[in-house]
């Protein structure tokens, strides 16, 4: 492919009446699609812009380098996980670390599957090792970390290989959306931190902890 746009998006405002914000998703949004479709090299900037319905100037104001609109758009596959990840490493009391973990993996899971394009396929990438990227590299080792942290706790033993597998597995779903585009995402969240427990070591999943877990998550609104 070319990465020329197949498609104009639709004309967006100007002036006082374009919402800044709104163009900056719109170009994520853009991004998104032709990364995952035509391929991240394969996209100019132009093209984005063209699918964004702006001007390339306006899309450089916005991200200065297309680097820099992977790295936006890798960011929003951790984050909201991370944030999951920090409350449940830091709130120990509140259920027992099994919980926790699949509540993380459920919702994690249920990130990647269920977000608008399949970014996390973006993640073998070469381009993921450049220096623009650092910060995605780093919060995607922070997530991965309170990954490892639960998983001690469940088992009551430190495990990197273990970790790198329950990691590895959610993770994977993007290669699992990829091959299957109608992918059932709640019930693979659901089917995919069964087995995060089963990997990590820390016993059978039943209705009771996984109820416990939810309800976790809809405390945090992440439901």
């Not at 990465?3 to 719109?26: I, L």
């Not at 702006?54 to 596959?77: G, M, V, W």
């Not at 919060?139 to 009551?156: F, P």
């Amino acid at each position: 492919m070319d990465g020329k746009a197949t498609g104009v998006g639709r004309p967006r405002a100007s002036g006082a009446a374009a919402s800044r914000q709104d163009a900056r998703e719109a170009v994520l949004d853009a991004a998104g699609e032709l990364f995952t479709g035509a391929g991240y090299a394969a996209t100019t900037t132009r093209a984005i812009a063209e699918r964004a319905g702006l001007r390339q100037a306006s899309l450089y104001y916005h991200f200065p380098a297309k680097e820099d609109i992977l790295a936006e758009l890798l960011a929003a596959t951790v984050r909201p996980s991370l944030a999951v990840a920090v409350g449940l490493v830091s709130s120990p009391s509140l259920e027992p670390a099994s919980v926790r973990l699949w509540a993380l993996a459920y919702a994690d899971v249920r990130l990647l599957g269920g977000a608008r394009h399949n970014i996390g396929a973006l993640y073998l990438l070469p381009e993921v090792s450049s220096p623009n990227l650092a910060g995605f590299r780093a919060e995607r080792a922070e997530l991965k970390a309170a990954y490892g942290t639960l998983v001690a706790a469940a088992r009551q033993s430190v495990s990197a290989i273990r970790t790198d597998l329950v990691f590895g597995l959610v993770e994977s779903t993007a290669i699992t959306r990829r091959d299957d585009p109608a992918l059932d995402v709640e019930a693979h969240a659901r089917e995919a931190a069964d087995a995060v427990l089963r990997l990590a070591g820390a016993g059978e999943p039943d209705d009771p902890l996984r109820a416990a877990a939810r309800s976790l998550l809809e405390v945090a609104g992440r439901t």
